[in-house]
């Protein structure tokens, strides 16, 4: 997968295809909810268990009740297409999630 940084606009079209996500200082960030702390916690290590699989880790700010995932390639100096990867499987993650 190219490493190469996209242009915004690029960027811009593909986050047509990953609802939520947004471009915010060059990185892909999202917000995600959670009732409780437990289940905020269970949420970041799984996503700790893909950036050490993909060897891609994403900048996380975790809070009681939501987490916010922020992907950028750090050697690319910008989003790559990786980081779109990594956004979608952090989806996938939830996309059984109870309601
Ligand atoms: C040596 C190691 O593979 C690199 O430092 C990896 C680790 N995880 C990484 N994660 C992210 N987000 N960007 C990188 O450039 C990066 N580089």
Known sequence: MST???PDAEVDTRL??????RRV????HKR????DYHRTM???NAVAWIAHQDDHHPD???HYGHCVVCWSTHS???????????AAKVDAL????AP
Not at 16 to 21: E, K, N, V
Not at 77 to 84: K, L, N, V
Not at 94 to 97: C, E, I
């Open 4 to 6: 190469t940084a996209l």
């Open 60 to 62: 996380l700010s975790v």
């Open 16 to 21: 047509a295809d990953l609802p939520g996500w």
């Open 94 to 97: 939830l996309a059984n999630r």
């Open 32 to 35: 995600f909810d959670f009732p």
């Open 42 to 44: 269970a949420f970041v």
């Open 25 to 28: 200082d060059g990185a892909l």
């Open 76 to 86: 690319a100096g910008g989003i790559t297409a990786r980081d779109f990867a990594s």
